[in-house]
């Protein structure tokens, strides 16, 4: 069980600090981003964090609309990779997005580097669909 919440100083402050592993390097933010007001020149666009019962950062979601469809992108905390959160937290994060924006819209998507073979067997165990590949990104959704 996790509670999401906008992320603020505190939380960027922590995630910007995260070392992803091997491949999975592109995903740190301390080379793209140095401000948390960089989060937030975007408009429409939503940056949550999902907290433990221990309050520790599990992973966070970033949420925009696109042709009046919810988009989603989440990042795992990488000491966390490996113990069985993604499928919960991905499952959590999404209803609260649901929720948070009132979402009523038939799908929900999501893009995903290809090769990211971990993250696209979560995805599928969630119950997204693939619906376009290309070389730069696999396109998913999750019918509602």
Request: aromatic share 18%; proline share 2%.
């Amino acid at each position: 069980m996790y509670r999401f919440e906008l992320i603020n100083e505190e939380y960027f402050d922590q995630i910007i600090q995260w070392k992803y592993p091997d491949e999975f390097v592109c995903y740190d933010m301390e080379d793209k981003l140095t401000t948390i007001n960089q989060l937030f020149d975007k408009e429409g666009y939503d940056f949550f964090v999902g907290i433990n019962l221990f309050d520790e950062i599990v992973g966070y979601m970033e949420c925009f609309f696109k042709d009046d469809m919810l988009e989603v992108g989440q990042g795992l905390n990488p000491v966390m990779i490996g113990q069985g959160l993604s499928y919960d937290f991905i499952s959590e994060s999404i209803e609260y997005a649901v929720e948070y924006y009132g979402y009523t819209g038939d799908a929900i998507r999501i893009l995903v580097e290809p090769f990211n073979k971990r993250a696209m067997r979560v995805y599928l165990r969630v119950g997204f669909v693939v619906v376009e590949k290309t070389d730069e990104f696999i396109m998913m959704e999750l019918e509602r």
